[in-house]
């Protein structure tokens, strides 16, 4: 007998749960967006009574549920009480990414209101927060491609063999800045040797080879990159037990600029290194840096 396959897709509005609904029904999956929460028992057994044997499904769950929505949580306590096997797929982007889709495209956020869009998406954040954290699988569409969305969805949920490889997204970002929303883990890197007040080199990023060596060249920095690389390689451990195949991880200094980037790329490289997939973005780097003094 088939495994049977249900997927519960959630997340943040703008993010590209639509897109997932086109990508697994291009996969084989049986698709209904936007149900209910309260129904989603009556509908497991109606795919199970089905003579169409449908062993690939996936629903859409999410805020369009208004008041509904909320008993998403007791539900899944019951299906887990049961036994039934689910998994989550959730789906995420940043805040200024989903702000430009709301723009482009020019539809109000489900949550409506007086609130601005602004506020909306940090509403939502807020509800999806335990959800988030049972799902298997959490991709953030921020930087990614179609093509790219499609492998990450096939490599969570269609192919069965059990990795033992995570998925990072590293975020080098500034303190003055703010920080990143999704990250899992922060680390601040301020303390390392700061390229800013060399004149030579403060007008470069952390990309150029002159402001690694300084960087990368000092005690600290090689005494703070053999702990990390010790402290990340006990996570991955961790998040393995879990099952957990994405992990965002944030580097800050200042201005996001120097030594962040250098750090992120060094992390980069460590982890690649042991076949893990990793994506690095910059997010702060190419942003002026104004002396507050």
Request: proline residues 2%; contains cysteine.
């Given at each position: 007998?088939?495994?049977f396959?249900?997927?519960?897709?959630?997340g943040?509005?703008?993010?590209?749960?639509?897109?997932?609904?086109?990508?697994?029904?291009?996969l084989?999956?049986?698709c209904?967006?936007?149900?209910?929460p309260?129904l989603?028992?009556?509908?497991?057994?109606?795919?199970?009574?089905?003579?169409d044997?449908?062993l690939?499904?996936?629903?859409?769950?999410?805020?369009?549920g208004?008041?509904?929505?909320?008993?998403?949580q007791?539900?899944l306590?019951?299906?887990?009480?049961?036994?039934?096997?689910y998994?989550?797929?959730?789906?995420?982007?940043?805040?200024?990414?989903i702000?430009?889709?709301?723009?482009?495209?020019?539809?109000?956020?489900?949550?409506?209101g007086?609130?601005?869009?602004?506020?909306?998406?940090?509403?939502?954040?807020?509800y999806?927060?335990?959800?988030?954290?049972?799902s298997?699988?959490?991709?953030?569409?921020?930087?990614?491609?179609?093509?790219?969305f499609?492998?990450?969805?096939?490599?969570?949920?269609?192919r069965?063999?059990?990795s033992?490889?995570?998925?990072?997204?590293?975020?080098?970002?500034?303190?003055?800045?703010?920080?990143?929303?999704d990250?899992d883990?922060?680390?601040?890197v301020?303390?390392?040797?700061?390229?800013?007040?060399?004149a030579?080199l403060?007008?470069?990023?952390g990309?150029?080879?002159?402001?690694?060596?300084?960087?990368?060249?000092?005690?600290k920095?090689?005494?703070?990159?053999?702990?990390?690389f010790?402290?990340?390689?006990k996570?991955?451990?961790?998040?393995?037990t879990?099952?957990?195949?994405?992990?965002?991880?944030?580097?800050?200094?200042?201005?996001g600029?120097?030594?962040?980037?250098?750090?992120?790329?060094?992390l980069?490289?460590?982890?690649?290194?042991?076949?893990?997939?990793v994506?690095?973005?910059?997010r702060?780097?190419?942003?002026?840096?104004?002396?507050?003094?």
């Amino acid at each position: 007998m088939q495994k049977f396959k249900f997927v519960i897709v959630t997340g943040l509005s703008g993010a590209g749960k639509t897109q997932a609904v086109h990508i697994f029904e291009d996969l084989g999956f049986f698709c209904i967006d936007n149900l209910l929460p309260v129904l989603i028992p009556e509908f497991i057994q109606i795919c199970q009574k089905s003579k169409d044997k449908l062993l690939k499904v996936a629903i859409v769950v999410d805020i369009r549920g208004r008041k509904f929505f909320g008993g998403l949580q007791d539900v899944l306590y019951k299906l887990d009480d049961t036994g039934f096997k689910y998994e989550i797929l959730f789906i995420e982007a940043s805040d200024s990414v989903i702000l430009k889709r709301f723009k482009e495209t020019r539809r109000e956020h489900p949550l409506g209101g007086r609130r601005t869009i602004e506020e909306n998406i940090e509403l939502e954040r807020s509800y999806l927060e335990r959800v988030r954290g049972k799902s298997k699988k959490v991709i953030n569409t921020s930087n990614l491609s179609l093509k790219e969305f499609r492998e990450e969805i096939i490599n969570g949920f269609l192919r069965e063999k059990k990795s033992n490889k995570i998925n990072f997204y590293i975020t080098a970002f500034g303190y003055k800045y703010g920080l990143p929303q999704d990250a899992d883990l922060v680390f601040d890197v301020r303390f390392l040797p700061n390229p800013f007040y060399v004149a030579k080199l403060k007008h470069y990023s952390g990309e150029n080879q002159s402001v690694r060596n300084f960087v990368l060249k000092s005690k600290k920095t090689k005494d703070f990159l053999k702990s990390l690389f010790i402290f990340i390689d006990k996570m991955v451990s961790f998040y393995l037990t879990e099952d957990r195949m994405h992990v965002d991880i944030a580097i800050g200094c200042t201005g996001g600029k120097h030594r962040s980037v250098v750090i992120s790329t060094e992390l980069k490289k460590y982890l690649t290194r042991q076949n893990h997939k990793v994506n690095i973005v910059c997010r702060d780097m190419n942003k002026e840096y104004k002396r507050m003094f």
